[in-house]
């Protein structure tokens, strides 16, 4: 929680009555650093180097040397900063979703994502380096599949990680 979203709850509570108890535990989050949002790929990376004993810098280093796809995610947008502030304050994995359509032959009924071709397809859910089954809701929204959320003909599943 920060400072303007604290000061918004009390004022939106201004003739509530307020126990003591609940404006500490507010007050205790107030100074955590919130956790970034970050891809599969870039946690697997800071895990890696965090095992490794690498400091921040070395780890930021290394990404052009080792990690082609982690590099140009690197440097785009903001995103040098964001891998600072999940190495320093943590993070938490962007969630990873499989989307199948229901009534449709259980085997072949998944959207599928073929990289090197640029396509969506409806297939298997076998995910091999060319074939992406698992999208997060950016790249579904981004490809014209952000309904598939909200049709009562899709079964949407949440992937857990390894």
């Known amino acids: ?68 796809k982690l590099d140009y995610w690197f440097r785009e947008d903001d995103n040098m900063e964001l891998f600072a502030r999940a190495w320093l304050d943590g993070y938490e994995k962007e969630k990873r979703y499989l989307v199948r359509i229901i009534g449709i032959t259980n085997y072949n009924s998944y959207l599928n994502y073929h990289k090197e071709e640029d396509k969506w397809t409806i297939e298997s859910r076998v995910e091999i380096d060319a074939i992406r089954t698992e999208h997060t809701r950016k790249q579904l929204e981004e490809a014209g599949f952000g309904w598939v959320f909200d049709c009562e003909g899709i079964e949407i599943e949440e992937v857990e990680d390894e």
Do not use: R
């Not at 509530?16 to 535990?25: F, Q, R």
């Not at 955590?32 to 800071?46: L, M, Y």
């Open 1 to 68: 929680m920060n400072k303007q979203e604290l000061i918004k709850k009390y004022n939106n509570e201004c003739f509530a009555t307020i126990s003591t108890d609940e404006v500490l535990e507010d007050l205790k989050q107030l100074d955590e650093p919130q956790k970034v949002v970050v891809p599969q790929f870039v946690a697997d990376w800071i895990e890696e180097c965090k095992n490794d004993d690498f400091h921040l810098f070395g780890a930021m280093e290394a990404i052009s040397l080792n990690q082609k």
